[in-house]
């Protein structure tokens, strides 16, 4: 329900008066109008009245005259002020009068009557022929009286028709009184009405340009706050490259300088075996076993190095065939694949924007892993897939076009349960004497993909194989994005490739 | 005074760690060659030996037909070491050697840039070493034909 305002109320208010005195102002004007029309009626009878008066006269003296002079000219007068009469009082009758007049009227009529000597004024005919009465009967005592009574009816009825008028002239007064009241109150009522609606809507409107004014402040303060918190969460994600970056560069160094005793160690030890080896006799074995402890040792320090050169000492993303990549890597390999008797296939793969090098290590390493890892009752087959799909990015709040990849063995497998612990630097599933290997290959693998704001996973089951997903960008909006900001959380965008899928 | 085809010549190595010393002179012992492997520990004594100044003022050195650098040393560096050598006119004809366990990128670039005949990283294992210090006598004592002295860089 919309809320209704003051100045909304009081427009109602000041139309409804306005409208209510409309209302007064016609129904006065009616009323004026009305006692007019009675006045002017009132007026015509009491005419009438007295016209009928003058013509009974006129019969008394033309009767006078016919009687006393034998008038032939008196009769004719007599004849037509009968008439008149007779007119007059049928004016009367079909006049319009009001309710304590009639009685009056009626009473005046039948003294007509009683002088013309007649019932009712039906009886006279016209054109009327009769005569005046004889002198016999003609009494002129009786006549004046009746005259006289005529006379002081009409009085009577011009009085209480005076009643009436001054009555009707005060209603009239009254009612245009009711009209200067009404017109006078509706102005003062309008323009008070008008005013104080100005007032409520200059009100209403101050207090919605403060309110606009508010908002803006609310809104700018809120602006404020967004840039002031963005400014603070880029500040703080500097802070976290340039630790990491510290940090990578520390592992940098730090494998670089592990080196240099280890090398010493080997250098000498070799020394010492040339010199004194067949000294030592059996004991030489110590000496083989320290060696080859530090060469392994040396070992895993270079494939530190190499992980975390992946980020510390990067190459700028270009455009790479993953074909040419494939074919190189398939090259390299060429004599484990013919050793292990393995069969690949492989789809063609697109060309996306990314570090050669690193591109070049990540299938090489997938690839001799699924070589690496065969079972012996099968036949080892690789297959390489790849597609191209449209995936949401959350960060970015776009469709980006991803790559696809997956690498998929027919080897020994792994459990479930080591999913993660696979891409973990150094950590192995097998003995060094069943497999070779530092343990580096998956978590250098993982890490390169996450330079290039990729993702990787493997699914596996024991004796089953294993499929890893390799899922990269194809283009890149900076030629070289860091990765400490546009790494994703893990499984975001496979859940989605998955979404996609189904 | 560079060697001639046949000729035995000194190698000047700067190498600020005894290890490294120690195994450089037994690696090239065992070739039992009569090319004389001489040390300095720094580039300011490498400087100093071969511009007859400080400690050698008193004994001055016959320049080395090849001198081996680490690029890492106390004082001065081997990268300002090789920058100084090679803007001395008298000293600039004398093949530098880098031998060092970097193996970065900007220090390789740097070091050729600045003039250096070839960069090496120092081998793990001691076989590798004396193959090593073997190749580089035989190539700069047998192979190369070095300008006589009083020539321009």
């Given at each position: 329900?919309?809320k209704i305002r003051?100045w909304q109320l009081l ?8 409208i209510?005195n ?12 009305q006692?007019q029309d009675?006045v ?5 009878i009491m005419?009438?009245i ?7 006269q006129?019969v008394?003296?033309?009767?006078r ?8 000219d008196a ?6 002020s009968?008439?008149?009469v007779?007119e007059g009082?049928q004016?009367i009758r079909?006049s319009?009068?009001?309710g304590?007049t009639f ?7 039948s003294l ?6 007649v019932s009712?004024?039906?009886?006279l005919?016209f054109?009327?022929a009769?005569?005046p009465s ?31 008028l001054?009555s ?5 007064e009254?009612?245009?009184?009711n009209i200067?009241?009404a017109?006078s109150?509706v102005?003062?009522?309008g323009v008070?009405?008008?005013a104080?609606m100005?007032?409520?809507l200059?009100r209403s409107?101050?207090r ?5 004014t ?11 706050m967004v840039a002031s918190?963005?400014a ?6 500097r802070e976290?490259e340039?630790s990491?970056r510290?940090?990578e560069d ?8 592990l080196?240099?005793?280890l090398r010493?160690i ?6 010492l ?5 067949d000294?030592?006799g ?6 083989n076993?320290?060696?080859s402890a530090?060469?392994?040792?040396s ?5 530190l ?7 510390a ?11 040419a990549v ?10 484990s694949?013919n050793a292990s008797k ?6 063609p793969?697109?060309?996306?924007q990314?570090d050669?090098?690193q ?9 001799s892993n699924a070589?690496?890892f065969v079972?012996?009752?099968k ?6 897939t790849?597609n ?11 469709d ?5 990849l997956h ?12 999913t993660?612990?696979?891409f ?5 599933l097998?003995?060094?004497s069943?497999?070779?290997?530092t343990g580096i290959g998956l978590a250098?693998c993982?890490?390169i993909?996450?330079?290039h704001s990729g993702?990787?996973?493997a699914?596996s089951?024991?004796g089953h194989g294993?499929?890893?997903?390799v899922?990269?960008p194809?283009?890149h909006?900076s030629p ?5 900001s546009?790494?994703?959380?893990p499984?975001?965008l496979l ?6 899928a189904s | 005074?560079?060697?001639?085809r046949g000729?035995?010549?000194t190698?000047?190595?700067a190498?600020d ?8 002179s037994e690696?090239?012992?065992e070739r039992r060659d ?6 300095v520990?720094?580039?300011c004594?490498?400087?100093e030996?071969l511009?007859?100044?400080?400690d ?12 081996l650098?680490d ?11 090789l ?11 004398i093949?530098?050697v ?7 990128e900007?220090d390789?670039v740097?070091s050729?840039?600045l003039?250096a005949?070839s960069?090496?990283?120092?081998p793990?294992a001691?076989?590798?070493l004396v193959?090593?210090m ?7 004592t047998?192979?190369v034909?070095?300008?006589n002295s009083g020539?321009?860089c």
């Open positions: 329900m919309p003051y427009f109602l208010l000041t139309a409804l008066v306005i209510l409309v209302v007064v102002v016609i129904y006065s004007l009616a009323r004026v109008s006692t009675a002017q009626q009132a007026r015509q005419m009438t007295r016209a009928t008066y003058s013509a009974i006129d008394e003296i033309s009767e005259d016919y009687l006393l002079w034998n008038n032939e009769q004719q007068i007599y004849r037509d009968v008439a008149k007779v009082v004016r079909t319009q009068y009001d304590h009685a009056k009227l009626v009473g005046f009529e007509l009557m009683r002088r013309l000597h009712s004024l039906d009886e005919s054109p009327y009769g005569t004889s002198l016999e009967t003609w009494s002129i005592p009786e006549n004046a009286a009746l005259l006289q009574e005529i006379r002081s009816t009409i009085l009577d009825i011009e009085q209480s028709y005076g009643v009436l001054s009707r002239n005060g209603e009239l009254a009612s245009e009184r200067s009241i017109v109150l102005t003062t009522l008070l009405g008008i104080l100005y007032r409520a200059k409107l101050a919605q340009q403060r309110w606009e508010e908002l803006l402040q609310q809104k700018q303060a809120l602006e404020d918190r963005t603070a969460l880029q500040f703080s994600n976290l340039r990491n510290e940090l520390f592992a940098f160094i730090a494998s670089h300088d080196q240099e005793p010493k080997l250098a000498f030890g070799d020394r075996k040339a010199r004194s080896g000294a030592l059996e004991n030489v074995d110590y000496l076993r320290m060696q530090a060469a392994r040792m070992m895993l320090i270079q494939d190095l190499e992980f975390s050169r992946v980020t000492k990067p190459k700028e993303f270009e455009q790479v065939s993953l074909n494939l074919a190189g890597v398939l090259e390299d390999l060429e004599e694949i393995t069969s690949i296939r492989a789809d793969l697109p060309d996306i990314a050669s090098t591109m070049r290590q990540l299938l090489l390493n997938l690839i070589i690496k079972s012996v009752e036949t080892p087959e690789v297959r390489i790849a191209t799909k449209l995936l949401s990015v959350p960060a970015t709040l776009s980006q076009e991803f790559l696809e690498v998929i063995d027919n080897g020994i497998g792994f459990d479930s349960k080591y993660e612990r696979i973990t630097p150094f950590q192995r097998h003995s060094r069943e497999y070779t290997g250098l993982r890490r993909v996450e330079r993702e990787l996973i699914s089951k024991v294993t499929d890893f997903t899922i990269l194809v283009r909006e070289d994005v860091d990765t400490a546009e790494s994703l959380p499984g975001t859940q989605e490739s998955n979404q996609h | 005074m560079p060697a001639n000729q035995s010549f190698i000047l190595m190498e760690d005894a290890d490294d010393r120690l195994l450089a690696a090239l012992a009569s090319n004389k492997l001489v040390f520990e720094d580039g004594e490498l400087l030996y511009r007859s100044e400080g050698y003022a008193a004994h001055p050195r016959s320049l080395p037909g090849l001198i650098l690029l890492n040393m106390p004082r001065m560096n081997g990268l300002e070491a920058a100084r050598i090679k803007e001395d006119s008298r000293l600039c004809l093949p530098v880098v031998l060092t366990t970097s193996n970065t900007t390789i740097s050729y840039s003039g005949a960069f090496l990283t120092k793990a001691y076989k590798d193959s090593m073997s190749i580089l006598s035989d190539y700069w047998d192979l034909q070095l300008p020539g321009q």
